[in-house]
């Protein structure tokens, strides 16, 4: 069992920046990839960003490309997401997600239906 508890969530100004930490505990978190989800009010789901376990490899949504880094500290067992260039349209509940993957160091790709765990969320607000 793993628990993902994110922090960092709040309000911001468009172009500001925010950055997101996700803390996992139970089993260690450098046997799964991380990666980060949202859900915007009244859509579905929508992948972000992903970071191998090893975190050689990144993947990004278009949508933020240039904009999010995703990074990872396996030896404090927690995954951020730092934000910059926040727009109106980022403005979502932010989800970290953990997928098993303990014979494959280098993937970074993930769907909402391979991951193994969910965070609880945290709300990112950008205002115009």
């Known amino acids: 069992q793993v628990q993902l508890v994110e922090s960092g969530g709040g309000l911001v100004q468009a172009g500001g920046s925010l950055r997101l930490s996700c803390a996992a505990s139970?089993?260690?978190?450098?046997?799964?990839?991380m990666g980060w989800f949202r859900q915007a009010p009244g859509k579905g789901q929508e992948f972000v960003t992903a970071i191998s376990s090893s975190g050689g490899n990144t993947n990004y949504a278009d949508a933020v490309k240039g904009r999010f880094t995703i990074s990872r500290d396996n030896a404090k067992n927690t995954v951020y997401l730092q934000m910059n260039s926040l727009k109106t349209e980022d403005t979502a509940i932010y989800y970290c997600a953990a997928e098993w993957a303990p014979t494959d160091g280098t993937k970074a790709t993930m769907s909402a239906q391979t991951c193994d765990y969910w965070g609880q969320g945290t709300q990112v607000t950008v205002s115009s």
């Open positions: 139970g089993r260690t978190s450098s046997d799964y990839i």
